[in-house]
């Protein structure tokens, strides 16, 4: 069926709000992208538009900020990314995996909240045992629902206090690997057609105004902000994958 003008402004103003976050974050679009787009467009519709736009936006951002990227960070991520991606697509027609979403869900609802209050600190376990953790499961997630991976990934960039610029790197270098993968795979699977063509043609320029808004509110985030930032999307993004 034909994309409307009403539909079609409503995913741009998804994508405007969602890609500021984005840039200002180097997470987050997802999490107002995808449910947006979902509810006027057909799921297998959103999902590679979104992941294709991931795609252009992580490229321009890991480009921007490589000097910032946590290579030794990025490195534990890697293999638990290709393995999930890999789980993720040959599973892509048959898993419902609704119950993982709705308790990883939970789980960082309770994590970003944990930010705001002060808890005794407790012996954390070890940075590879998290990324293996939090990299195959956001990988999984985002290949089975389209998007979503950046709440995965803070998980293990907040856990080893990444300052806010190699946060930023390191997540936009990981969400770009995961994207072109994802991009090639939904690809094999005939998801992208002339509908999702069109869609792309409008809501690229309107992400790349979005990520330019992203950047200047980053540089007016203090350290501090950043963090609490992150936090309150993390809890946000644990409610929308316990109610999606």
Request: glycine letters at 10%; a positive charge.
């Amino acid at each position: 069926m034909p994309i409307s003008p009403w539909e079609l402004a409503w995913c741009a103003a998804a994508v405007l709000a969602g890609y500021t976050l984005r840039g200002a974050t180097g997470f987050g679009a997802g999490l107002i992208v995808i449910p947006a787009c979902a509810l006027v467009l057909p799921f297998n519709l959103v999902v590679p538009i979104v992941t294709a736009m991931g795609v252009l936006a992580s490229l321009g951002q890991t480009w921007r900020e490589r000097r910032h990227i946590d290579r030794s960070a990025l490195s534990r991520l890697i293999l638990p990314t290709l393995g999930g991606t890999a789980v993720g697509l040959a599973l892509f027609a048959v898993l419902d995996a609704r119950l993982l979403l709705k308790v990883f869900g939970a789980f960082i609802v309770v994590y970003g909240l944990s930010a705001f209050v002060s808890l005794p600190r407790l012996r954390r376990p070890s940075p590879g045992a998290v990324a293996l953790a939090t990299g195959s499961l956001g990988a999984l997630v985002a290949t089975l629902f389209g998007g979503m991976a950046g709440p995965f990934y803070a998980v293990y960039l907040n856990a080893i206090d990444l300052a806010k610029s190699a946060f930023r790197g390191t997540m936009s270098a990981v969400l770009l690997l995961l994207a072109v993968i994802r991009v090639a795979g939904y690809g094999s699977l005939g998801l992208f057609d002339a509908r999702a063509g069109m869609l792309l043609v409008v809501l690229v320029p309107v992400m790349a105004i979005a990520m330019v808004a992203g950047e200047h509110a980053h540089r007016h985030l203090s350290e501090g902000k950043f963090r609490r930032v992150v936090a309150l999307l993390l809890a946000a993004s644990g409610v929308v994958l316990m109610f999606k």
